[in-house]
């Protein structure tokens, strides 16, 4: 029998994220550990009138690329993946992994090269995104490998996930609509501004935001979801900045970093562990060393780090800064073949300041 919180978190997916309607051509992707939620999300496509194609990977499959694939290969992108990012209607993914580190040992330049590869598949979909014609959703699928990660038992981490995604509820999509009030409302408050400055512990950084777009991200593309997003001014960012929880990318973990930025740009960058890694993938292009992203989290129903970023960039009180690839829809403009978030706790004593106007202290919003 089905858990009845994957069917509800697939009505999510399906009628609040990915809005399907009739006649819609859906992509359904995502790992063989999420086989219970694909099929759910698969069933739900068809009740609303939507046409779905599924793609599930194998598990083990990443690896095996990675660790055979010759350089000719790695360059090589799928007819099916540009049809897709080209003709359908909506993508809606699922994380699966069964082990989050499968991919820690794979030579940085390998996966920077099929990053480049693939680049032109990302730039098309953000570009359709921000047209309107391309709709996206993201989630997980809770296994062991994400508890573990978490520091939780599975059921404690389904529990939390769930309870996250507000699967939990009577009605989660008129939940998600209700949960969405607060974030629109600040994301409106600070739209048409031209300055934020980030104070903290090892944090003074000011970023112009003037002419950009602030989106209110509300459960569209990211489930679960909470917080408020644009790409700030490419050569706008001034200072440095600490960053608190650890990241990854590419299943490798790098822990205390810190940037330094110049005119908009990464002049010095250090961290407690995985430096080299760090600075290569800050190497990637000339891109890679400028933000694309400034979000601020709003979702104080998730309090702790879980290693995951789909997650631990919502956590309220939280500001995440992503190098890379900007989105289209913000109004940003810089490209790359990556896109990584970075978090910077605020809860222990930090500000945000908004031309000269206290947007939130400690972690909370005093607007």
């Known amino acids: 029998m089905r858990d009845p919180r994957v069917q509800a978190l697939a009505r999510i997916l399906v009628e609040h994220s990915a809005a399907v309607k009739p ?3 859906c992509t359904v992707e995502g790992e063989s550990a999420a086989e219970p939620l694909l099929q759910a999300v698969y069933e739900e ?31 090589w992108v799928s007819p099916v993946g540009e049809w897709a990012v080209n003709n359908a209607d909506v993508r809606i993914a699922v994380m699966a992994s069964v082990n989050t580190r499968a991919l820690s040992q794979v030579p940085p ?4 090269r099929r990053q480049a590869a693939t680049r032109p598949l990302m730039k098309r979909a953000m570009e359709r995104s921000a047209e309107g014609s391309y709709r996206w959703a993201l989630t997980l699928f809770p296994t062991n490998a994400y ?4 520091g939780m038992s599975l059921a404690e981490y389904e529990h939390f996930y769930f309870g996250a995604c507000l699967a939990d509820t009577d009605d989660p999509v008129a939940a998600w609509k209700k949960q969405s009030e607060e974030t629109e409302r600040l994301g ?15 944090t003074e950084l000011k970023l112009g935001i003037e002419g950009r777009t602030f989106i209110a991200a509300t459960g569209r593309h990211n489930m679960p979801d909470g917080e408020f997003f644009t790409g700030p001014v490419e050569d706008s960012a001034e200072g440095e900045v600490t960053f608190h929880l650890p ?11 810190r940037f330094r930025f110049e005119a908009g740009k990464v002049v010095d960058a250090s961290a407690e562990k995985g430096e080299d890694f760090l600075i290569q993938m800050l190497d990637t292009d000339e891109g890679a060393r400028r933000l694309g992203e400034l979000g601020i989290g709003t979702n104080y129903g998730i309090t702790n780090g ?23 829809d913000t109004g940003g403009v810089n490209e790359s073949a990556i896109h990584w978030d970075m978090i910077c706790d605020l809860r222990q004593g930090g500000r945000i300041e908004v031309d000269g106007e206290l947007l939130q202290e400690d972690g909370r919003f005093v607007v």
């Open 45 to 75: 496509i068809l009740k609303v009138g939507g046409n779905p194609i599924v793609n599930m990977a194998l598990e083990g499959q990443s690896t095996a690329y990675f660790k055979l694939a010759s350089d000719e290969q790695l360059d």
């Open 23 to 25: 006649g819609d051509v």
């Open 247 to 257: 990241a990854s990318y590419g299943g490798r973990d790098v822990e205390g970093v």
């Open 109 to 112: 330049e390998r996966q920077t």
């Open 147 to 150: 508890a573990s990660e978490a």
């Open 188 to 202: 409106e408050w600070i739209q048409g501004r031209k300055e934020v400055r980030i104070s903290g512990p090892g």
């Open 306 to 328: 879980t290693r995951e970023i789909l997650l631990d960039e919502k956590i309220g009180g939280t500001v995440h800064l992503a190098v890379g690839a900007s989105y289209p």
